[in-house]
């Protein structure tokens, strides 16, 4: 009897020491799971995010592409409240664009923006002249710009000499402003003949030195340019009517050149071709100032006008005298509309035409 209770005595002590060794195994196989991650399982943990990718939208798909890198440039426009016809300044332009010089010259094309028309910049180029660029090559430091021949049509009135000085300065200034570039050629259509006699130009010399000073001055052979004045001819045309006939007047001041030319009146084979005008060698020397305001020239006179032509101020007079002094300022791109005055009042001299002033 006892010997039978020893025996079941010693299996129960033996089946509790495997049971005590299978839970210490399992013990040790749960620590080391826990200690590892999930690498037992084939899941790893996941890694924490970097700074970069918490920041990172969500939602956004990463496409391999790279966004274009947004590079600044220049283009130049004239601005009469800043300096003198034929003087051009810079306003900055963004392009993605590698090819920066053919980017320029195309933002140039496209004009002044409506709010830089407001802080007074002008151009000859519009949104009528943009897309106009055809190419632009460089070669040996020289910028070969090419165009659409439409432009000389599109923009007729740059070919005049104050004309063409404007154009040739914005342009010279735009492509010049990259160090790789310190000279210029332009060209309609391939034809660079065609280009430089549309302004009334010779061809550059291929060997002339670049300018060096930084102010893309255009190629002017004196210190003056053409311009026009506008005196009635009824041999062409009724007695309102204005015809231009030219004249040279001194660099830069193109607009006060022209209209004091103007004041000075027709010349004696200009009056033996049938031209006259109010003006005269009497009135000659009466401008007393020009300025230019947002596209606004305020000119004034001398009072003493009134009293050398009093009887301009007749309907049929008034309307002579304001259509030859209305073409002879409007011919400039950088004037949009104009206003007179004796010396500096405004209404003294609409009174004087019996006319409103303008608003």
Known sequence: MKASMRIRLDRWRSRRVVMTTLLAILVLVLVGCSGDGDTETGTDAPDQPSDEQADRDPDAEDDGVTEPTSRELQVFFTNLDRGAEGEVYPVGRTTTDDDLPTAAVRELLAGPTVEERDQGFSSWFSPDTAGMLRSV???DGVAYVDVDDTM??????????????????????????????TDSRYSLDGDVEAFYEWLQLAPPNGDAAPPTDGTAEPEVESGTATVEVYFTNPDRGEDTEVFAVERDVELPRVLSGALQALLEGPTAAEQEQGYWSWFSEDTAGMLTSVRLDSGVAEVSFDTALQTVIPNASTSAGSTALLAALDATTLQFPTVDDVVYSFDGDVDAFYEWLQRSPPV
């Open 137 to 139: 090559r460089v070669e």
């Open 152 to 181: 000389r049509t599109t923009i007729p009135g740059a070919s005049t000499s104050a004309g063409s000085l404007v154009l040739l300065a914005e342009l010279d200034a735009t492509t010049r402003q990259f160090p790789e570039i």
